[in-house]
């Protein structure tokens, strides 16, 4: 027998630079990783009260570990909607009164019994922790550009130029699964081409949907090409094969290699699935890490792909079965958009999922219920870009790089809000009459509500100033909460019974608690608008909004936004109790986890009479 040299294709992986890889992980990366870490973990743990810091006097204050010898003191303000302000800079970590270096991992079981960490949810925790942080720090060895470089900058280059992720989840970066050089080649902050891979799957076991106004061989050809669609159909040939037998798939290429090529080893073995070679054109992924956008011919579709990488409480597969209904409920989304005349007003305008395809292992099906994960791992839908509707001087940005920050503390919006030459609050209302509004109306004219965070948000941006917006990520994520509420049969899954007392929730903890908090707070701290005028400037976006429409005078009512209070909805609470299915999307409120209550920021401003 031949041993292998040590150039063997078979003995040496394909990225074979182990110094490279980890060239971002130092001393320095890592302490500052972990500072800028513990501070958002001491601010969303004491803002969801897992943690009760103890104020100390002159704005310090401290947490005690469960038991009793560990301490974290640091500098805060608090402020609207139990916002926890903190100074990195000020964290200590004191043991027995002395003082220890700050370390991420030992926090975590230092507060296991405050944060509710099992045995069994906590060392895959830590496991998203440390790849958290090993996020971070590759992204503090990148070239660094400022808030005011990056307001100026095009849509790629604000998407890939994101540090931080989702704001409420302290382990939003986990991404269990990829290697270090499958982190540097398909994390969206390293904004590394990617050309994705394709597979024919067998007709028998697929299933493609569309939109009304595509079908698969137009949508196909105008896709890939007329060449490489050729290309991929004599590979089937070659092997025997009828090209009329198969449907085409869009993979991830590290789903090909970890998943496809192993799991689903008996369907490649027997022609169900055939591995067809790479497409010709390059993308970028995109914060959400499974989808893709063209970088090649930007007015073609996203392609969201399968990912059986487990990220922030959920394995980021596709469900075969799920895609089903895709383009149905894109599309009627779309019509009531343009039937209502108060959506039309704002400019919403929504990136239909038009089509979608899903394979069906046979063997896994059988053996498994609708959650699982082996259900979930070849699966794609294609989403309009934006770009086709922009105007001439427009251009686009994610709602979530209003919360961006870089290095020396400088806000994105409030560079935006400079270059527009509008004052703050004229930009504020600008950006919440085109986000805020429709969301109000979505829900008060027809119990439909959104998951509307930034990364699921496009701004259309005209002089800096936000024009309209865009929503994404629609059928996985809309639900309408009436009962008895009239929608065709194929769209039938996004109605889901939601307790009365609970459905406002869908705007006062998604947008307020969960996106305007960290905004309202960014804008203070750069003295760009004080928390006062923030929210001043919200009660009076809704005030215009039900100016507006006098007629649903009684739904307001009903579900009175000015309250004085309203629950709090805790994100990590759920994410610490089960990391890798937070919540059953068929019934989005039963895993919610109420914990008091927050005093509504606007309440002070409500209308007479409210």
Excluded at 45 to 71: C, I, K, N, Q, W
Excluded at 101 to 112: I, K, M, S, Y
Excluded at 128 to 135: D, P, Q, R, V, W
Excluded at 322 to 338: K, Q, R, V
């Amino acid at each position: 027998m031949t041993t292998p040299s040590r150039t063997s294709p078979h003995s040496v992986p394909p990225h074979s630079d182990p110094h490279g890889a980890v060239a971002h992980l130092t001393p320095a990366t890592w302490d500052t990783a972990v500072r800028l870490l513990l501070r958002k973990a001491l601010s969303e743990f004491s803002h969801e009260r897992l943690l009760t810091p103890t104020a100390l006097g002159d704005g310090r204050y401290a947490v005690t570990g469960d038991d009793g010898r560990v301490e974290y003191r640091f500098t805060a303000r608090l402020m609207a909607l139990d916002h926890w302000w903190i100074d990195a800079d000020s964290i200590t970590r004191l043991r027995g009164g002395a003082e220890v270096p700050l370390d991420a991992f030992a926090f975590f079981t230092e507060f296991r019994g405050a944060l509710g960490l099992s045995d069994e949810v906590l060392p895959v925790y830590l496991e998203e922790i440390g790849s958290t942080l090993a996020s971070t720090a590759y992204k503090l060895t990148k070239k660094p550009v400022t808030a005011e470089e990056l307001a100026a900058a095009d849509f790629q280059a604000i998407e890939t130029g994101m540090t931080e992720g989702h704001p409420c989840f302290v382990a939003n970066n986990g991404r269990l699964g990829f290697g270090a050089h499958e982190y540097l080649a398909y994390a969206p902050e390293a904004a590394s081409p990617v050309r994705l891979l394709w597979v024919a799957a067998h007709r028998d076991h697929t299933t493609f949907t569309c939109s009304g106004d595509t079908d698969y061989d137009t949508l196909l050809r105008a896709e890939l090409g007329e060449a490489t669609v050729e290309r991929f159909a004599a590979v089937l040939r070659g092997q025997g094969l009828e090209p009329a037998d198969y449907l085409l798939i869009p993979v991830h290429p590290w789903q090909w290699w970890n998943k496809l090529a192993v799991t689903f080893s008996a369907e490649v073995a027997q022609r169900r699935i055939v591995p067809l070679g790479e497409g010709e054109d390059e993308y970028l992924a995109q914060q959400s890490i499974r989808t893709f956008f063209n970088t090649d011919d930007p007015t073609k579709h996203y392609v969201k792909t399968a990912l059986s990488v487990l990220n922030m409480g959920f394995m980021r597969g596709l469900s075969a079965a799920y895609m089903e209904a895709t383009p149905a409920i894109n599309d009627w989304l779309a019509d009531l958009i343009a039937g209502d005349p108060v959506l039309r007003a704002t400019g919403l305008s929504v990136i239909r999922e038009r089509a979608a395809v899903g394979y069906r292992h046979p063997g896994y099906e059988a053996a498994t219920d609708r959650y699982s994960p082996y259900r979930k791992m070849l699966a794609a839908l294609w989403r309009e870009s934006p770009v086709p509707q922009l105007r001439p001087g427009q251009r686009l940005a994610t709602m979530a790089s209003l919360l961006h920050v870089d290095r020396d503390g400088n806000s994105l919006a409030a560079a935006l809000i400079a270059r527009s030459g509008l004052n703050a609050e004229e930009w504020l209302g600008r950006y919440l009459d085109a986000y805020l509004t429709p969301l109000l109306h979505s829900f008060y004219a027809h119990d439909l509500v959104y998951m509307p965070h930034g990364e699921n948000v496009i701004l259309v941006l005209e002089d800096d100033a936000v024009a309209r917006v865009v929503f994404k990520d629609i059928a996985e994520e809309i639900v309408v909460m009436d009962p008895e509420a009239q929608v065709p049969p194929e769209v039938e899954r996004i109605r889901a019974e939601v307790p009365e007392d609970m459905r406002l929730l869908s705007i006062l903890t998604d947008v307020f608690d969960c996106f305007l908090r960290h905004l309202g707070a960014i804008l203070a701290d750069r003295g760009v608008l004080t928390e006062d005028a923030f929210w001043r400037t919200v009660a009076d976006a809704v005030v215009r909004y039900q100016e507006s429409v006098p007629e649903l005078a009684e739904r307001f009512e009903r579900y009175d936004i000015f309250a004085e209070e309203f629950a709090l909805s805790c994100l990590n609470r759920l994410q610490l109790r089960d990391n890798r299915q937070m919540v059953d999307l068929a019934d989005p409120s039963g895993a919610l986890q109420l914990v008091g209550t927050l005093r509504n920021p606007i309440a002070p401003y409500a209308p007479t009479g409210a």
